[in-house]
């Protein structure tokens, strides 16, 4: 079993679409998770940390349940700019060592 | 701006050659630094921890010996690619941790011919 899973996708959808991404992790001591954003042929860029409160940022909302494992990702109202891979990454400790997902890619459409 | 950069972005090697991307944190010191691989489609895979006057830390099924490491400073990790094949072309891409914050290094693709 891989240590974070995602659905690779593609996610086709159209602009103004809201569109959720999930992943989850296998290893339970893991302390903190990230999505990122990747664009072709690009170095990864935090979008945002995860946290059990769940947390927003404009159009993105983030969300992680400990119990479960999971961690989801939700696009609102989608831009054509957010076409992107979206990866699901997990620390397990304080070296910065991270574990990525495979990758969901989106490709919103006009 | 970047604060981890890479060099060079793109490099294009004989097969049999070696090839060295170097991984420079230009605003902190890092005594850790993370050397990533991604082949298309796919995830990026850990390859090994460089570690600031120390060995480097290999991620199983990596060969220490094809993917020398070295962190001589702390500002600087290189990976060098020695006796390249073409089925090592890939993105290769450095991170450093610093306040809590992961950065990423612009990443080098490489390509073996």
């Known amino acids: 079993r891989k240590e974070v899973e995602q659905d690779p996708g593609p996610f086709n959808v159209p602009e103004g679409a809201t569109v959720a991404f999930n992943c989850t992790y296998s290893n339970s001591a893991s302390q903190s998770f990230f999505w990122y954003r990747q664009d072709c042929r690009k170095e990864p860029k935090l979008l945002m940390s995860?946290?059990?409160s769940g947390n927003e940022d404009g159009r993105f909302t983030a969300q992680l349940n400990r119990a479960s494992q999971y961690i989801s990702l939700l696009i609102r109202d989608s831009k054509l700019s957010d076409s992107a891979t979206y990866l699901c990454?997990?620390?397990?400790?304080?070296?910065?060592?991270?574990?990525f997902g495979q990758g969901t890619t989106l490709q919103v459409k006009p | 701006g970047a604060v981890v950069s890479q060099h060079p972005s793109r490099v294009i090697c004989k097969s049999g050659t070696s090839v060295k991307i170097e991984c420079r944190s230009l605003d902190f010191q890092a005594t850790t630094m993370f050397w990533y691989r991604q082949f298309p489609k796919k995830s990026l895979m850990l390859m090994a921890t460089s570690n600031e006057g120390s060995k480097a830390t290999y991620e199983q099924g990596v060969e220490k010996d094809k993917f020398l490491i070295n962190h001589a400073s702390l500002t600087l990790s290189t990976l060098t690619v020695t006796s390249a094949h073409p089925e090592d072309s890939s993105f290769y891409i450095c991170?450093?941790?610093?306040?809590?914050?992961?950065?990423f290094g612009e990443g080098s693709w490489l390509t073996v011919v």
């Open positions: 991170s450093a941790f610093s306040r809590n914050t992961i950065y």
């Open positions: 990454v997990v620390k397990g400790s304080n070296t910065g060592k991270l574990i």
């Open positions: 995860v946290y059990s």
